[in-house]
Every structure is written in structure tokens, then in C-alpha cells.
């Protein structure tokens, strides 16, 4: 069993490593300027990171379930660190893509950690566990973008990358000392164990509801932080990366609810959890909307939609871990790759409505998007399902 240490430990590696995937959001700015590009063409080294995560996740994370996962998470995070000295050394705008991609599908680790986390966790503290690793990673996703403005702006986008691969180098000392060796019970081979996960699809209706919430409340949260920055950069506010960076630090405020919602989630039926992160959703675009020059409320709605995104994730990963209990790779698998194609396409989907009529067409669009997942949430409570996880 896992101790509160060890907790800890896992929270304080899965934020400093998931962090590499949003540094790029407040640099856009400067990326644009070096290499002579709009912002929103710029910006596409956001969504290309999480494209990549998406594909890292498919690919890489089932392993878990077939190799001892210490070794894995170790092997992984070395290759990000040369994905990481890859961009910092791009002289082209392709190669910076190229390499965004490959800091995304090698930063999965922190998915690798969560399975190793709920296998080695009791039933009656597995979510409350996999709550505090998440406030862990969602202060990182915050944190990072205030750091990333900040250095960004007194040192260049460069140094952003050259310090994230420094910090992975003392990571993988930690890890190697201190992580426990968990070793899986799957004996099959790789194509059996991509298959079965298609399997598991077909099979579980709790899964394809997780999957597919959790796929449009990412394209929310990755819509706002990509247009955030343009919305910022622009009159009225006119806030250079530092200014914007630091506005990360209010979504971190966020990430403490983590923990309380996985303690919810271990009791009753935590799918009640999930409206509650709609509305605070609906309330934050409402903020954001209204917002003009009032910056209290676009940092209220800041704190909203991040208290809203952990709810609505963080009980739809402990319903998962519920599942199969041998299988946890290969469930989150598939809920955390859908969820990153979903912050894929929303990161896409932000530069588009701001392109089509700035921040009221992005407050727009992403309310949309919110009433489409509440009725998704409605068709599913009308289905009779077997468990309530």
C-alpha cells in the first residue's frame, strides 16, 4: 500500500512532467514574432503538443499493462528530455512543430502514474489518492503557464524548454530512487493488447460516456487557455507574456478542489458530480463574457471553469478505475486519449472563433459546447447501467 509520501511524491512528479505539454501557450507570442508568423498560425504549436500527447497516449500507455511500469515511466521520460532540447535548438517553425508533437507524446508519464497509483491504492482511498495526484498535475498545467510567461519574457522562449528538460534529468533521479516497481498481470502480446481495448469500448457504457464528456470538456478548458492568451495580448488589455503567464496562477487556485472531488467520488454515485462542473462551466463563460475591462471577473471565471474541468475529470477517472480493475492502462487509455483529442481540436477550435469574431464568438461557440455535454449527460441517466460508477 501506498503511503501519504509516496502520494505526494507521485502529485509533485506528475505536475513538474505534465507541465511540459503547456509551456508553448504563453510563448506564442514570442514564437510568432522569431519567426515571423500571425498569432494564430503561431499557435498551432498548442494543439500539434496535444495532438501528440493524444498519440503517445494510445500507443505507449497500454504498455503499462504489459511491462513493469517504473521502468517504462523512466524510459519515457528520457525521451522527453531530447524531445524538449529539440525544440529549444528549432531554427524553423516545422522543425519547433515536429518537436512539439514529440514533447506531447512523450510526456505521458504522468498516465502512467496515476494506473500505478489506483493498482497499488485500497477501494476505500483510491479516489481520494488519485484526487491529490490530481491537484499534482493541475497545478502543474496552471503553474506552468505562469513560469513559462515569466521566463519567456526575461529570457526567451528557448530558455523555456532548456530549463523543462534540466528539471526532467533531476526528475528521473527522484523517480528511479524512490517510485515502487509494480509489475502487470497482462501475459499477451502487443496487437492482443491494442484489441482488446476496442473491446472494451463495445463492452462498457461507462467508458463511452467518461470518454466522450471528457472529450468536450477538454475542448473547453484547452479552448479557453489558447484564446486567453490572443483575448489578453489584444486592446484593451495589451499584457505582454509575463502578464499573461500569470494568469495561470489564478487556475491553480483551482486545482485544490481536486482532492475533495475524489473523496467524493469514492462514496454514493459520484456521477452526480458531473453537473455540478457544468454549471460552474456555464457560470465562468458567463464571467468571461461580461468581462470588458473588469480583469476580477475574468480571474473569478478563471478559478471557476477549473474548479468545473476537476470535477467533471476527476470523477470520470475514478468511475473509470472502477472498471477493470486489471486493466487500468488500458482504460485510461482510451479516456485520456479522447480526452486529449478533445483538447486537441478545442485548442483548433479557439483559434477559429476568435478568427471569426473574437471573444464574443469564442464565448459563443464554447457555451455551446457546454449545453451539448449537459445533454449528453442527460441521455446517459436515462440509460438503465448495471453499475453506478
Not at 497509483?117 to 493541475?138: F, Q, V, Y
Not at 457560470?283 to 474548479?307: H, K, N, P, Q
Not at 482504460?331 to 469574431?357: E, H, K, Q, R
Request: net charge positive.
Amino acid at each position: 500500500m501506498l503511503k501519504r509520501a509516496d502520494i505526494l511524491l507521485m502529485a509533485f512528479c506528475t505536475g513538474l512532467i505534465v507541465a511540459n505539454i503547456y509551456y508553448c501557450q504563453p510563448l506564442v507570442i514570442l514564437v510568432a514574432k522569431e519567426f515571423n508568423l500571425t498569432e494564430t498560425f503561431a499557435g498551432r504549436i498548442t494543439y500539434l503538443t496535444q495532438a501528440g500527447y493524444a498519440l503517445g497516449l494510445f500507443l505507449l500507455v497500454p504498455l503499462g499493462d504489459m511491462f513493469e511500469r517504473k521502468k517504462q515511466i523512466l524510459i519515457i521520460t528520457g525521451l522527453a528530455i531530447l524531445a524538449l532540447l529539440i525544440a529549444a535548438f528549432s531554427h524553423t517553425f516545422l522543425l519547433l512543430q515536429v518537436a512539439s508533437v514529440l514533447i506531447g507524446a512523450c510526456s505521458i508519464v504522468p498516465q502512467l502514474i496515476l494506473p500505478l497509483a489506483a493498482n497499488l491504492s485500497n477501494d476505500e482511498n483510491r479516489g481520494h489518492n488519485i484526487g491529490i495526484i490530481m491537484s499534482g498535475l493541475l497545478v502543474g498545467i496552471l503553474a506552468s503557464r505562469a513560469v513559462s510567461g515569466s521566463i519567456g519574457f526575461w529570457l526567451g522562449w528557448r530558455a523555456v524548454y532548456f530549463i523543462a528538460a534540466g528539471i526532467c534529468v533531476l526528475l528521473i533521479a527522484l523517480m528511479a530512487k524512490r517510485f515502487p516497481q509494480s509489475y502487470p498481470s497482462f501475459k499477451g502480446t502487443y496487437k492482443e493488447l491494442m484489441n482488446s481495448m476496442f473491446g472494451y469500448i463495445k463492452t462498457q457504457p461507462v467508458l463511452r460516456e467518461t470518454s466522450i464528456i471528457n472529450f468536450l470538456a477538454f475542448a473547453i478548458i484547452s479552448a479557453f487557455w489558447t484564446t486567453m492568451v490572443l483575448f489578453l495580448a489584444n486592446p484593451p488589455f495589451s499584457f505582454q507574456t509575463l502578464q499573461i503567464g500569470l494568469f495561470g496562477i489564478a487556475g491553480a487556485a483551482g486545482a485544490l478542489a481536486a482532492p475533495l472531488v475524489g473523496k467524493l467520488s469514492d462514496a454514493g454515485n459520484p456521477r452526480k458530480n458531473l453537473m455540478i462542473g457544468f454549471i460552474l462551466q456555464i457560470v465562468s463563460v458567463a464571467l468571461f463574457y461580461f468581462t470588458g475591462s473588469y480583469l476580477y471577473l475574468f480571474v473569478i471565471g478563471i478559478v471557476l471553469i477549473d474548479i468545473g474541468q476537476q470535477a467533471i475529470h476527476v470523477t470520470n477517472q475514478t468511475r473509470i478505475y472502477m472498471l477493470i480493475p486489471e486493466a487500468r492502462n488500458r482504460l485510461n487509455t482510451i479516456f485520456m486519449s479522447v480526452s486529449f483529442i478533445g483538447a486537441s481540436c478545442g485548442s483548433a477550435l479557439g483559434l477559429w472563433l476568435w478568427d471569426m469574431g473574437g471573444w464574443n464568438m469564442f464565448c459563443y461557440g464554447i457555451t455551446a459546447i457546454i449545453i451539448l455535454n449537459m445533454l449528453i449527460y442527460k441521455f446517459y441517466s436515462n440509460k438503465n447501467f448495471k453499475s453506478v460508477a
